[in-house]
């Protein structure tokens, strides 16, 4: 009980906040020189140093992503911003990463429309 009166308490003066810091995005992982679809290519998204498994390109390569959410202690003065990229690895493929930064105000940005990634193999 002590603990939501702190945190109701914080929530009510606005130092502590909920915020999304990852854009919701969906879309397809194609072969950059053919064109074709790359199916069970890993997705994480990366926020400052944490990187977290959030998808895998299914047979026709598209996956789907949902917002990330933080909890975080703001100050007077500003807003909390955090990095955010998604970041693509499939064998035989060089890794790609995107940024997904929402910044100030992220609850009141729209997700990211559909991305199509290419991918190009090792050399």
């Known amino acids: 009980m002590r603990r939501f009166l702190i945190i109701s308490g914080l929530l009510l003066s606005g130092c502590l906040a909920i915020d999304t810091t990852g854009r919701a995005v969906s879309g397809v992982v194609l072969d950059a020189?053919?064109?074709?679809?790359?199916?069970?290519?890993?997705?994480?998204?990366r926020i400052d140093d944490k990187s977290k498994f959030v998808a895998r390109t299914d047979?026709?390569?598209?996956?789907?992503?949902?917002?990330?959410?933080?909890?975080?202690?703001?100050?007077?003065?500003?807003?909390?911003?955090?990095?955010?990229?998604?970041?693509?690895?499939?064998?035989?493929?060089?890794q790609r990463e995107l940024d997904?930064?929402?910044g100030v105000g992220a609850s009141r940005t729209n997700p990211?429309?559909?991305?199509?990634?290419?991918l190009h193999k090792k050399t």
Not at 33 to 45: L, T, Y
Not at 60 to 68: E, I, Q
Not at 112 to 118: D, I
């Open 33 to 45: 020189a053919s064109g074709k679809p790359i199916s069970d290519v890993s997705v994480f998204r």
């Open 59 to 94: 047979a026709n390569g598209r996956f789907a992503v949902s917002a990330a959410h933080t909890a975080y202690i703001t100050i007077p003065l500003g807003d909390a911003f955090y990095r955010c990229s998604l970041i693509f690895r499939a064998p035989g493929y060089e």
């Open 100 to 102: 997904c930064d929402t």
């Open 112 to 118: 990211l429309s559909t991305l199509t990634v290419k």
